[in-house]
């Protein structure tokens, strides 16, 4: 088994890797990243894109068509552009979102960056933020992080940060819930 089959795998882990590959030899990863990304962030924009990506009632022609003018007008174009309209010939688009986590996991590895997503009760200062990522870099092994921060004001304080598939949490909110039930059960 080799290193990218072990971060990505099935039908969209193929195509992450098929993308990378390409991507690494054209080098143009952070390009086809950034692009990628964008066509992300459309679709979380957009019901409408959301509903051509997901139906099934869309032939792929009228996707392609479709995907064409969106792209054009958002400045994608390239291997990016390509490999989305491909999968959508290939009517994979349902995954497209996928594909795009795949790749993006592809480029972080090789880029030696890990991403951890970290939930607090209040918007982080620029110390705090600095000190959260700085033990994050002690607890990865010295690798680059990169910190995506949400602020959740209904975990009351403390953080709940997320790194690969390890998660710990430490809100006030879960403190006090454990407490609420550990007070249910002696009671």
């Given amino acids: 088994m080799t290193g990218q089959e072990t971060i ?7 195509y992450a890797s098929a993308l990378f590959a390409l991507a690494q030899d054209q080098t143009a990863l952070s390009k086809v ?12 924009q957009s019901a409408d894109l959301q509903r051509l990506v997901r139906s099934p009632v869309f032939t792929a022609e009228a996707q392609i068509k479709v ?22 010939s290939k009517r994979r688009l349902f995954a497209i979102r ?4 795949g790749y993006c996991a592809l480029t ?26 700085s033990a994050l870099q002690n607890v990865t092994g010295g690798k680059s992080v990169d ?17 690969g598939s390890r ?18 059960e002696v009671g």
């Fill in 167 to 184: 998660m710990v949490d430490g809100s006030l909110k879960t403190k006090l819930t454990a407490i609420r039930t550990r007070m249910k």
């Fill in 67 to 88: 995907l064409g003018e969106i792209l054009n007008r958002a400045g994608i174009s390239g291997l990016a552009a390509n490999f989305i309209k491909l999968v959508a």
């Fill in 98 to 101: 996928d594909m795009i986590k």
């Fill in 147 to 163: 910190v995506a921060v949400k602020v959740d004001p209904s975990i009351i304080g403390g953080l709940i940060v997320k790194v």
């Fill in 33 to 44: 990243a950034d692009d990628l990304k964008a066509f992300d962030s459309l679709i979380d």
């Fill in 108 to 133: 972080d590895h090789a880029n030696g960056v890990t991403r951890a997503d970290v939930t607090v009760a209040q918007p982080l200062n620029d110390q705090h933020l600095a000190d959260i990522k």
């Fill in 8 to 14: 990505v795998s099935g039908m969209t882990g193929r």
